[in-house]
C-alpha cells in the first residue's frame, strides 16, 4: 500500500504496508450492482480499502488476477464483482447486448469513416 501526496509540484509516495499474492485469500467488491471504488482484501486480516475509482477497482482485481494465474496458479475467490468485466473477452457477451452491439457498429462505421476520408498518394 502506498500513501501519496503533493509537496508544490512534486508527487511523494511512501510504502506504507506490503503483502504477498500467496496469502491472499479473498477480495471482495462490496457490491458488485452499484459503481462505488470501495473494495476488501483478505489476508490473514481484512484490510479495506479505496481505489481511485470503480473502474480501477476492477482493473485491479483483473491484475491480481491474471498475476495469480501466471504465477501462483492458487485458487483465491474474487467475489461481489460483475463477471462481465473481470474478463477481458466477456464485455462482448455482456447482458447488455443492445448497447455493445450498437457501440460496435459504431465504432467499425466511424472507422470506416475515418479511411474514406484520408487521402492516398
Same mark, same amino acid.
Given at each position: &500500500?502506498?500513501? @501519496?501526496?503533493?509537496?508544490?509540484? #512534486?508527487?511523494?509516495?511512501?510504502?506504507?504496508?506490503?503483502? $504477498?499474492?500467496?496469502? !491472499?485469500?479473498?477480495?471482495?467488491?462490496?457490491?458488485?450492482?452499484?459503481?462505488?471504488?470501495?473494495?476488501? &482484501?483478505?489476508? @490473514?486480516?481484512?484490510?479495506?480499502? #479505496?481505489?481511485?475509482?470503480?473502474?480501477?477497482?476492477?482493473? $485491479?482485481?483483473?491484475? !491480481?488476477?491474471?498475476?495469480?494465474?501466471?504465477?501462483?496458479?492458487?485458487?483465491?475467490?474474487?467475489?461481489?464483482?460483475?463477471?462481465?468485466?473481470?474478463?477481458?473477452?466477456?464485455?462482448?457477451?455482456?447482458?447488455?447486448?443492445?448497447?455493445?452491439?450498437?457501440?460496435?457498429?459504431?465504432?467499425?462505421?466511424?472507422?470506416?469513416?475515418?479511411?474514406?476520408?484520408?487521402?492516398?498518394?
Amino acid at each position: &500500500m502506498v500513501k @501519496h501526496w503533493r509537496v508544490d509540484r #512534486e508527487e511523494k509516495y511512501e510504502i506504507v504496508e506490503k503483502w $504477498f499474492l500467496k496469502d !491472499l485469500e479473498m477480495i471482495d467488491g462490496k457490491e458488485a450492482d452499484t459503481d462505488n471504488p470501495y473494495f476488501d &482484501m483478505h489476508f @490473514h486480516k481484512v484490510y479495506k480499502m #479505496e481505489a481511485y475509482s470503480c473502474a480501477s477497482k476492477y482493473t $485491479f482485481a483483473r491484475t !491480481l488476477s491474471k498475476l495469480n494465474t501466471m504465477y501462483l496458479k492458487k485458487d483465491f475467490k474474487i467475489v461481489n464483482f460483475d463477471d462481465t468485466y473481470l474478463n477481458d473477452d466477456s464485455i462482448w457477451s455482456s447482458s447488455n447486448r443492445d448497447f455493445i452491439v450498437v457501440m460496435k457498429v459504431c465504432f467499425y462505421a466511424f472507422s470506416l469513416l475515418c479511411l474514406s476520408l484520408c487521402r492516398l498518394s
